[in-house]
């Protein structure tokens, strides 16, 4: 039978959870999906998070994708949730809701670590930057298949403006831009990142990665950019892997393989 872990990822809309195939990657079975809660206070959202482990009936470790800079499982940003996350342990709230042992980890290097592990990423030699577009912009840095956690690159300021607010996925949608559009605008966001960093790969995830072909095609970079191997689901396949490995410890030394 296939070693199996947990995962929980945590969004600025949703929450959503899966047991995990630890052994190849990827989820064991169907995701479990809730709507985040409004205002998403710590309270409210581990209320959450219980309710997608029980649905489940899980009993184990468990890894949590958080989106912030997450450092000693505290949160140290919170572009995308409830300000009030300024400051709290991510993995003791969600361990008090659960009963259950929790590991946390930034969404992005969550993804990262799947894709270093199983995915477009794997064996891949120098660094890789992994960009994850969503509600927001995640990014991940991953050399020779060790992760550098809380790389907070999506907001980096172009033209007078946070980027993230221009090029995610949710500014498409929020501003109807056509596929032609928003590549333009990726176009201006993946050139900074490429001419500041001259990484090995880019890799692509995020639930709009499902429609890559629509918007990869149409960026002229140096540097090779694919989709990511799990999409959505890379959050969650990492944080479980890393709740099953390290435990509810802290993040910095990783990039262990299985």
Same mark, same amino acid.
């Given at each position: 039978?296939a070693?199996?872990?947990?995962?929980?990822?945590?969004?600025?809309?949703?929450?959503?959870?899966?047991?995990?195939?630890?052994?190849?990657?990827?989820?064991?079975?169907?995701?479990?999906?809730?709507?985040?809660?409004?205002?998403?206070?710590p309270? @409210?959202? #581990?209320? &959450?998070? =219980?309710?997608?482990? !029980?649905?489940? *009936?899980?009993? %184990?470790?468990?890894?949590?994708?958080?989106?912030?800079?997450?450092?000693?499982?505290?949160?140290?940003?919170?572009?995308?949730?409830?300000?009030?996350?300024?400051?709290?342990?991510?993995?003791d709230?969600?361990?008090?809701?659960?009963?259950?042992?929790?590991?946390?980890?930034?969404?992005?290097? @969550?993804? #990262?670590i &799947?894709? =270093?592990?199983?995915? !477009?990423?794997? *064996?891949?030699? %120098?660094?890789?930057?992994?960009?994850?577009l969503?509600?927001?912009?995640?990014?991940?840095?991953?050399?020779?298949g060790?992760?550098?956690?809380?790389?907070?690159?999506?907001?980096?300021?172009?033209?007078?403006?946070?980027?993230?607010?221009?090029?995610?996925?949710?500014?498409?949608?929020?501003?109807?831009?056509?596929?032609?559009?928003?590549?333009?605008?990726?176009?201006?966001?993946?050139?900074?990142?490429?001419?500041?960093?001259?990484?090995?790969l880019?890799?692509?995830?995020?639930?709009?990665?499902?429609?890559?072909?629509?918007?990869l095609?149409?960026?002229?970079?140096?540097?090779?950019?694919?989709?990511a191997?799990?999409?959505n689901?890379?959050?969650?396949?990492?944080?479980?892997?890393?709740?099953?490995?390290l435990?509810?410890?802290?993040?910095?030394?990783?990039?262990?393989?299985?």
């Amino acid at each position: 039978m296939a070693l199996r872990g947990f995962g929980v990822d945590i969004g600025g809309s949703g929450i959503k959870g899966a047991v995990v195939n630890l052994d190849e990657g990827g989820l064991a079975g169907e995701r479990y999906k809730v709507a985040t809660p409004q205002p998403s206070t710590p309270e @409210a959202v #581990g209320k &959450a998070c =219980a309710e997608v482990v !029980a649905h489940f *009936g899980w009993q %184990g470790p468990i890894g949590c994708t958080f989106p912030a800079v997450v450092d000693h499982g505290v949160a140290r940003s919170a572009a995308n949730v409830d300000k009030s996350w300024i400051g709290t342990n991510i993995e003791d709230v969600v361990a008090a809701a659960t009963g259950l042992e929790v590991t946390a980890v930034n969404d992005a290097d @969550a993804a #990262g670590i &799947a894709e =270093a592990n199983w995915g !477009a990423a794997r *064996g891949v030699a %120098g660094l890789v930057v992994l960009v994850t577009l969503g509600t927001g912009i995640g990014t991940a840095l991953v050399y020779d298949g060790a992760l550098v956690p809380n790389a907070e690159l999506g907001h980096i300021e172009l033209d007078g403006a946070d980027y993230e607010q221009r090029a995610s996925a949710a500014a498409r949608e929020r501003e109807s831009l056509s596929w032609e559009k928003w590549a333009r605008r990726l176009q201006r966001y993946f050139s900074a990142l490429e001419a500041y960093l001259w990484p090995s790969l880019f890799v692509v995830g995020g639930g709009v990665s499902r429609r890559a072909e629509k918007f990869l095609p149409l960026l002229n970079l140096q540097t090779p950019i694919v989709p990511a191997r799990f999409q959505n689901e890379a959050g969650i396949t990492g944080a479980a892997y890393l709740a099953s490995r390290l435990g509810p410890v802290p993040l910095g030394v990783t990039g262990r393989q299985p």
